[in-house]
């Protein structure tokens, strides 16, 4: 069984040999003795809708040619007794009389288009593996297929008795386990946090203030993680510690809205749970002076280029393209929030100390030009060049006041 990597739906691949009989096959695999083919469960019929613009002729927009099979789909009946496939209409193959069969739809190879309601994602001939379209059960790795059994585990087990002994033949594998659902579970933890502190706002927050309100939706819930270093401080915590954790929480959350979008790992955003804007998107959108030059952009009316230019800030934030402190001088997190907690608080496994990724429209060798999105009328220019050099970042950085920079970084959320 495989799954479409855009929204998780499954098909069943599989070989289909001339007698009608079906083998399972091996993704990516050529074939062995028969066609490779794609089995839909159920019927399915391609929403007109959902048809790629270019697999149409310009003239009557009817479907190419080539293109044909993936939109006419055949439909089939599957007899699991007999392991035979019956196409609607074959006469060739007289059906045999088992009951219990279950209807298919065959989704031809190779894999160009899914018919999932609501998918419709399409690729062209230079999409060449059917594994960046599909993804199939083995190929998950160990720590996410320990994430899936644990929590279904726990969610079937009564509420008293919510617990999983796991053994393992490997020492090193059970470190890696074991730290691995330690962290997973801060995140999740973070992640409540995160919606509780959202959930009770009436009006979109701000993204720098998360870090505040993920601490004190803690505080309120009793659930704060035991972050000071020190557990004998007598006189109470110092107010040094708790300003270093909001500013790992406010960390987290920016790092969240940067995630790489990982089908096996969610984050709030991706279950419909938050939702991302960007501040003064229409006011620039409406301004014809940034886009005078830009042709195509002006073709597009406020609207249009309000929504590509939210796509386009959506692109540079998954990959982290935030201006941020911490995430473009990592040593400064270390020396200034990390040294000062207790490290069974952390979970952020995304890797400060790499490079920082920045958007340029001038293709930049090491030395920084354009850096900002905001500010200067001159330079609302957005075309994505290359990562900037972390060296490069830090002299932006320096150079470049938060408060220019801020009104696009900075993100609503609601
Ligand atoms: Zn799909
Ligand atoms: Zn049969």
Redesign the pocket.
């Given at each position: 069984m495989v799954f479409?990597?855009?929204?998780?739906?499954e098909y069943y691949c599989v070989e289909l040999l001339p007698d009608g009989s079906v083998i399972p096959h091996e993704l990516g695999e050529g074939s062995q003795e028969g066609n490779v083919a794609y089995l839909y469960p159920g019927k399915i019929k391609v929403d007109n809708e959902s048809i790629p613009d270019n697999w149409l002729t310009d003239v009557k927009g009817e479907i190419k040619a080539s293109f044909k099979e993936y939109v006419d789909l055949q439909h089939a009946l599957y007899c699991p007794d007999c392991n035979k496939l019956y196409i609607e209409g074959d006469k060739a193959h007289p059906q045999c009389i088992c009951a219990g069969k279950v209807s298919v739809t065959i989704i031809p190879y190779p894999f160009k288009f899914?018919?999932?309601e609501?998918?419709?994602?399409f690729y062209d001939k230079r999409t060449r593996k059917e594994f960046n379209k599909l993804f199939s059960f083995g190929t998950v790795g160990r720590s996410t297929a320990t994430d899936v059994l644990v929590s279904n585990m726990l969610n079937t087990l009564p509420k008293e008795e919510q617990k999983v002994i796991a053994f393992s033949d490997n020492r090193q594998d059970t470190a890696l386990q074991a730290a691995h659902m330690n962290n997973i579970q801060k995140r999740i933890h973070f992640r409540r946090g995160m919606y509780y502190a959202l959930k009770k706002q009436l009006e979109p927050v701000d993204l720098m203030d998360m870090g505040e309100l993920i601490f004190d939706a803690y505080k309120k819930n009793g659930s704060m993680p035991a972050y000071a270093k020190t557990k004998t401080f007598s006189m109470g915590r110092s107010g040094k510690e708790d300003a270093s954790f909001r500013s790992y929480l406010q960390l987290n959350a920016i790092l969240e809205l940067g995630s790489p979008r990982q089908k096996t790992q969610p984050n709030l955003e991706d279950v419909g749970l938050l939702q991302v804007s960007y501040r003064l998107m229409d006011e620039i959108a409406e301004n014809h002076k940034f886009w005078e030059s830009y042709p195509d952009l002006m073709k597009l009316d406020n609207e249009g280029r309000e929504d590509f230019l939210t796509g386009f800030l959506d692109i540079m934030r998954y990959n982290t393209a935030i201006t941020y402190e911490y995430l473009i001088q990592p040593e400064r997190f270390r020396e200034n929030v990390a040294s000062k907690l207790n490290e069974v608080v952390f979970f952020h496994n995304e890797l400060l100390s790499n490079k920082p990724t920045g958007y340029s429209d001038i293709p930049v060798d090491l030395k920084p030009i354009l850096f900002v999105l905001g500010g200067d009328p001159g330079s609302y220019s957005v075309v994505p060049s290359r990562e900037w050099s972390a060296k490069g970042m830090q002299e932006v950085w320096e150079s470049t006041p938060l408060q220019e920079t801020e009104p696009l970084h900075r993100s609503k959320l609601s």
């Open positions: 479409c990597r855009a929204c998780g739906q899914c018919p999932s609501g998918c419709g994602v």
